[in-house]
């Protein structure tokens, strides 16, 4: 059981998702303000399953998927841009930057949660794609990333080539799409509440508060 001022928090997200960075700094502020401890576990979801290997222009694709037009994703990017200063992401978005497939971030990730390294990597891709423009759908790419925390190679290698690994994460997203999630950041806090998008820090201040009250 964990303790009265801890909240389980499971976090359906992508890799690729910059609202979902977003929404986790928010949560981790809101939290701290409060003396709460976050128990997190990052579920997978992908925002572009289909998207081949070698990615695409990231305005051509927001273009492409949403309709917006090229200031649109100008405006976007600086929004965001602003908002990651205030938590301390640093948003590097380029003309060059590119979107990714993220099945095999998602796999590592799975392997990773076994060996209490979830978070951790977690936010090592979230830095190696929005901050150092990596192609974090490259398997020499996440081999360096993960091993990086201590994770043996053989291992890493193994998970990334698991079909077993591949079929739990695909289980999970038809999971998430049958309860009705189609975007993220979705949090399910205490696996009964989902609260979904970025909702800011405040917001997030009240919904941990309520958490706790009902601990008590």
């Not at 359906?12 to 979902?20: A, T």
């Not at 003396?35 to 990231?58: C, H, K, Y």
């Not at 390294?117 to 993960?146: C, G, H, P, W």
């Not at 290698?157 to 009705?180: W, Y």
């Amino acid at each position: 059981m964990l303790p009265v001022n801890s909240i389980q928090v499971d976090i359906v997200s992508d890799v690729v998702c910059p609202w979902c960075y977003v929404g986790y700094k928010q949560l981790l502020q809101a939290a701290k303000a409060l003396d709460i401890e976050l128990t997190v576990s990052w579920r997978p979801f992908q925002l572009n399953p289909n998207m081949a290997q070698e990615g695409q222009n990231l305005r051509e694709h927001l273009i492409e998927k949403y309709g917006i037009s090229e200031q649109d994703s100008v405006n976007a990017r600086e929004r965001l841009k602003n908002v990651g200063e205030e938590l301390g992401i640093n948003f590097n978005f380029t003309d060059d930057s590119r979107i990714y497939n993220t099945m095999d971030a998602h796999k590592l990730l799975a392997f990773a949660s076994e060996l209490d390294k979830q978070n951790e990597l977690k936010q090592a891709l979230f830095n190696a794609y929005f901050t150092e423009q990596k192609n974090i759908s490259d398997r020499l790419v996440l081999m360096d990333i993960t091993k990086h925390l201590g994770l043996d190679v053989d291992d890493i290698e193994q998970a990334l080539n698991s079909d077993q690994l591949k079929q739990l994460v695909t289980r999970e997203i038809q999971s998430f799409q049958a309860q009705g999630i189609t975007g993220v950041p979705a949090m399910i806090f205490k696996q009964k509440y989902l609260v979904t998008g970025a909702q800011g820090i405040d917001n997030y201040k009240n919904i941990l508060t309520q958490l706790v009250a009902e601990n008590n």
